[in-house]
């Protein structure tokens, strides 16, 4: 089969009228489909649905440590979560500290407290510094970004590599004073799919930034393997304390993509100067967060990281199906052209996408004149601009398979079809 | 019965050796009491512990508006949450944000909000304006002075009557520009469990101030009688449109003292201008809080308000006889010596007991050495300090009523203590 770049003019003239028919045909079927955001399916949900049961009016309320789960208290959240948590980060239980559904809402928060308040003790709020900046790895998560812009914080694009973001350009931009920190997803990143690896995160831990710098550690897809090959990524709280920044790092992350997306447990994690610090805040802004939805969680994982690690199988086994029929369809119908290239992830939510240059936007017109919407090109980028216009991010989880197979099909036909009228057109 | 004023030297030293006895008595007896914080009961919460048979793997997890409360979504609540609490509130529902489980979280968030990002669109923030103050009228709620304080802003004590604040201060007051807001429990208020009168509010809503001077109105109480009087406080959101200062006030509320302390539901309500402006964090902090306890509530009470109302009487059913064994032991114990006053709420969770002057501390240490935890003495005033250390905070709620008929006779014992040791040294 021929490339496009191999094909004459008539051949894609012929290719793309062939497409366009297939297209409208599409078309015509009112499809409503979506593949925007990294959104778990019903079949997902269903396998945590048993959780539902564990409290009820009969169960034992109070906790280990004699804490009531009703009433008020325990700022920190249950000891018990903080045990599961160590176990699925591989970080100490001290350095633990539960909140509520939302481990974007801590991040925020965080970032808030940075930017009114100060990084720690003793440091200027960004906000009294003016004109800070903060480096977005890109593609990246749009909801980071969204934070930072809400901030008034400069966003920096860096571009990402297979390793994660490209180490040489970080380690020039943190060499401004004005620049406080970093995005990072470092395990089968969103949208890229990819981990970092040790060189990278030891090359974060260890640069030399203005002290108030911090990295926002977003592990969300920390345990969330989709095929047999599992990533590694170096505990990066750990290495910043060996490298002398104890406080360069903040990790998150949550169970919104193991049990239930809205009903979910959030933690963070941090090191001792970090944690005093959050907890200076925490401590006026809450009495504690939701204990009955902690207990529910740890007595439905009762034989703890082993039983979260099953349970993580099992939706693998939902989700990778998911991923197959996005990726067996590129495999067919993209890979001859060689117009895009794409992630294939070993876990995580994503598939990133790379269509021809300067054919995103219009993919994604034809994708939602056609019914399938996807995310918004350019999201996965600071202020929403793509700079080549060619990035796609393409969730899997959330159609059914039947759904799924038609949504890229279409997206395969606008991809191609951009691609060759952009092509005709030069 | 004689007051102290009328005994002479010799019947107060009688008097004073007389009660040493008694708390000598006490203290061998190693009490562990707490009247410290107004946490509902075992009892209190036992009225609501078949809301944990409501949602199980076997409900309709879809709502009206065919939301799925397990997964992502639906930034400001489900519109069942919104009608019940527009109906306890007595504003209209497009006013209503849900939250999570802490209306204190809501209004830290706010104020962090106004402190950061400023009041409103255009609006300079508080940080970038230096040196903000905000009105504390005392005694009040230490968390709310709390986070006045962790945004370092001035706070800015207001003498309470029985119709609330004096406001002949608030007017005068409120002329400096740098004063930026009000903390406002208008209804049973913490701790005086008085309310605000008609013409507080309508003052509050028509005074001069500057344009993002805004009014914390924490409804925390706003169904929560406990006597036959009913108090009725008139709604601030609309004063506030009547008096053209729409955006002069945000009110917050919450179930935690209705269901459970710890996993309630928090809410606000405001006026478009905030609304709109709370809602453009809101949109970057989080995609939604916890609807599955969201739905819980509903369908807990499921006839709406008129079920939320039973569930009230049959709380002040069990709470009342707490307030009545204080309130009792007041009047025997403390009333013919006529060395002190307090207040006799129609619901809320405090009684407010001013001590002979410049005994409170004593008080409390006394109590103390004795086994019997109170609120820390100034807690209910700006920066801890009770500039007369007389008020004392009295939460009835939590023990059980023969603790708390044990604990309030240690109580009058060491009040009488120690106004004898004031009179008897001078």
């Known amino acids: 089969m021929k490339t496009y770049a191999e094909m004459t003019k008539e051949e894609l003239q012929a290719e793309k009228d062939r497409l366009q028919?297939?297209?409208?045909?599409?078309?015509?079927?009112?499809?409503?489909?979506?593949?925007?955001?990294?959104?778990?399916?019903?079949?997902?949900?269903?396998?945590?649905?048993?959780?539902?049961?564990?409290?009820?009016?009969?169960?034992?309320?109070?906790?280990?440590?004699s804490t009531d789960v009703l009433n008020y208290g325990c700022l920190t959240g249950l000891i018990e979560v903080k045990r599961l948590f160590s176990d699925i980060l591989e970080v100490p239980v001290e350095k633990i500290i539960v909140g509520g559904n939302s481990s974007l809402n801590m991040m925020f928060d965080y970032l808030m407290q940075c930017y009114a308040m100060g990084a720690g003790e003793g440091l200027e709020p960004w906000v009294l510094q003016g004109g800070c900046k903060f480096l977005c790895p890109s593609p990246g998560y749009d909801r980071h970004f969204g934070i930072a812009e809400y901030l008034g914080l400069e966003l920096i694009p860096v571009p990402m590599t297979e390793n994660g973001p490209d180490m040489d350009v970080v380690e020039e931009l943190v060499k401004d004073p004005k620049v406080k920190g970093m995005f990072c997803v470092p395990k089968y990143a969103n949208p890229t799919g990819q981990s970092y690896s040790d060189e990278t995160v030891r090359r974060i831990a260890k640069m030399k930034t203005v002290e108030d710098f911090r990295v926002i550690w977003d592990n969300?897809?920390?345990i969330h393997d989709l095929t047999g090959r599992h990533d590694d990524v170096l505990d990066l709280l750990d290495e910043c304390e060996k490298a002398g920044n104890p406080d360069r790092a903040v990790l998150f992350a949550s169970t919104s993509k193991v049990t239930f997306p809205g009903a979910g447990i959030a933690v963070l994690a941090a090191n001792e100067g970090n944690r005093d610090w959050i907890l200076k805040r925490l401590d006026k802004q809450t009495i504690g967060s939701d204990k009955i939805n902690q207990l529910r969680h740890v007595r439905f994982f009762k034989d703890g990281i082993s039983d979260v690690k099953n349970h993580m199988d099992k939706l693998a086994g939902i989700i990778t199906p998911h991923f197959?029929?996005?990726?067996?369809?590129?495999?067919?119908?993209?890979?001859?052209?060689?117009?895009?290239?794409?992630?294939?992830?070993?876990?995580?939510?994503?598939?990133?996408?790379?269509?021809?240059?300067?054919?995103?936007?219009r993919v994604f017109q034809l994708c939602k004149e056609c019914g399938v919407t996807l995310t918004t090109v350019g999201a996965t980028f600071p202020y929403g601009k793509d700079p080549k216009d060619s990035n796609m991010r393409i969730a899997p989880t959330y159609p059914s398979l039947e759904e799924l197979a038609v949504a890229t099909d279409v997206l395969c036909i606008a991809i191609r079809l951009a691609a060759l009228e952009k092509i005709l057109s030069e």
């Open 220 to 222: 969300a897809y920390v």
């Open 21 to 65: 028919a297939r297209y409208d045909k599409y078309k015509a079927q009112d499809l409503d489909l979506n593949m925007a955001r990294g959104k778990p399916s019903l079949e997902q949900e269903e396998a945590s649905i048993e959780m539902l049961d564990i409290i009820n009016s009969r169960s034992n309320l109070t906790t280990e440590e």
């Open 324 to 361: 197959n029929v996005v990726l067996s369809t590129f495999e067919r119908k993209l890979k001859p052209r060689d117009i895009c290239s794409w992630t294939n992830p070993n876990g995580g939510y994503f598939i990133s996408l790379d269509c021809m240059e300067g054919t995103a936007t």
